[in-house]
Structures are given as structure tokens and as C-alpha cells.
């Protein structure tokens, strides 16, 4: 049976998409900071300390430490949490941060537990514990492109999870290996083994332009993974607002930056 709050949803949108979620009464979702988008009357939201579950620790030590936690992942101290306190079903909404997919995850049917990037983590049912997850390998801790620590969502509600561009779930059958640019790796069951491979290869270290390391991820178990990875659109849109392009032929490209703005 279920422990944690039982939410009906609805995604919509394709490239900037929000998840609509149900809530009968007395129902509960919680939400990073800044992922509401809109609700009805008669929810009340109220910021707590961490995700509200059970495995936070009862007293204010408990909270305390499990709320630090998630200072480790990049997250803030706080959750929103969005509870139905009238009669009748009500609606609350959460919109995605950048331009992606939101992936919906029924713990339950997933082991009670996935591991995901660390800022992934968009709203879930009042239960699910939003933790951290060391990486016991030195080598994929350091070179694994999210360091030692990232998200665990435990329990056996339903979460939701953001990520950019379009999303691939793969599933990998015992002893299957899959290998990805570490940056792509959204998430992933605790059945799958997670680990990082050098590329090898002088040419391909220094001029493959792909980075130095695989992630290489041996079934069985679910993989997620994302074709435009946040760090990658900053680092293009930096690129772009920095350094002066070279277009073909002086006089077109000139005539091309004037329309943009840019001047000659």
C-alpha cells in the first residue's frame, strides 16, 4: 500500500511545459521555491523546513539537518507545501524552469527510489523524501560532471523531474551498458550501476571536444536522458553574447550585424 499522498496530474505544453496536479481534500504537494505557477482558492501554501516527509526527523535538530542536506544539492533550505483545506477537488500548478520536458516518476512502481541530477527535482506528493546521494566511486564522484552528491526522491508517491530539451528513457536490460556525455544523465533506478569511463585517446582528449569521460550506466534498470543539458545552453548563449561572430562576405555580415544591432 501507499504511504504517501495519492495526486492525479496533467502535463501540459511541449517546449515550456507544466505539471497540473489534482489535489482531493486535505491532499498535499510540495515544490522547489519559485516553481509555482498558479492555484485555486482554497489551497493554502505554507514554506517549510526541507520536503516535510518522515525521514527528515522529528524536532528542530531534525528538520535542521535534514534542510541543510539539500544546501549540498544546490537547493534552498525551504519547500513550498500546497495542501486542499476546502471541499472538492482543487488544481495547483508548477511550470518548468527552462525550455524541456517534465518527467513524471511513480516511485512506487520504480523501487521506491531514484537518483537524479541535483537540480532536477520539481514538485512531488507530501511524503517523498528529496535527499542527497554520494557516489562511492572516487573516479565518479570527481569526473562524474555532478560531483559526489545528487538527488535521491524515496517513498512511493509520485514525483516530478525537469529536464532540458527532449527526453529518453532507456531500458536497460542485466549486464546492458549504456554510455553517455555525463552532463545528459538526468536519472536513474538504484538498480543501475553508475560509473565513469576515460575516453582514451590523445586526439579524442584534446580535440574531440566532447569532454574527457563517459557515463557509463550497466542495467538492469531505467535511465533518463536529456539532449540539452542546462549547462550547456548557458555556456552557448555566453559564447554568443561574448565573442564577436564572423559571418561570410565583410559587406553581408556587416549589413547582418547592423539589422541584429550590433553596429559594424
Not at 524541456?100 to 531514484?114: A, C, H, M, N, S
Not at 523524501?129 to 559526489?148: A, C, N, P, W
Request: hydrophobic residues 40%; contains cysteine; proline residues 3%.
Amino acid at each position: 500500500m501507499r504511504t504517501n499522498h495519492e495526486i492525479d496530474y496533467r502535463i501540459y505544453g511541449e517546449e515550456m511545459q507544466y505539471v497540473e496536479v489534482e489535489l482531493d481534500p486535505q491532499e498535499t504537494a510540495v515544490a522547489e521555491a519559485g516553481s509555482f505557477m498558479m492555484m485555486d482558492d482554497g489551497i493554502q501554501m505554507q514554506t517549510i523546513f526541507g520536503d516535510g516527509s518522515q525521514q527528515q526527523g522529528s524536532g528542530i535538530l531534525g528538520k535542521l539537518m535534514s534542510a541543510g542536506k539539500r544546501l549540498l544539492t544546490g537547493e534552498s533550505l525551504f519547500m513550498t507545501a500546497f495542501t486542499n483545506a476546502s471541499y472538492g477537488k482543487k488544481k495547483v500548478s508548477f511550470a518548468s524552469p527552462y525550455p524541456g520536458k517534465i518527467i513524471p516518476l511513480d516511485l512506487f512502481e520504480l523501487g521506491g527510489k531514484v537518483i537524479c541530477q541535483k537540480d532536477a527535482f520539481l514538485c512531488a506528493a507530501k511524503g517523498v523524501s528529496v535527499g542527497i546521494e554520494f557516489q562511492r566511486k572516487l573516479g565518479t564522484g570527481i569526473f562524474g560532471g555532478e560531483g559526489f552528491i545528487m538527488q535521491k526522491l524515496e517513498g512511493d508517491g509520485m514525483s516530478f523531474v525537469h529536464a532540458g530539451g527532449h527526453v529518453l528513457v532507456r531500458e536497460l536490460q542485466p549486464g546492458e551498458m549504456l554510455k553517455i556525455d555525463t552532463g545528459c544523465l538526468v536519472a536513474y533506478t538504484q538498480t543501475i550501476d553508475y560509473d565513469i569511463q576515460f575516453v582514451g585517446g590523445i586526439r579524442n582528449s584534446i580535440f574531440g571536444g566532447e569532454g574527457l569521460f563517459f557515463a557509463t550506466l550497466r542495467g538492469p534498470g531505467k535511465v533518463w536522458i536529456q539532449t540539452l543539458p542546462i549547462s550547456r545552453l548557458a555556456s552557448r548563449i555566453i559564447s554568443y553574447g561574448t565573442v564577436n561572430r564572423k559571418e561570410e562576405g565583410s559587406i553581408l555580415g556587416r549589413m547582418g550585424n547592423m539589422l541584429d544591432g550590433d553596429g559594424w
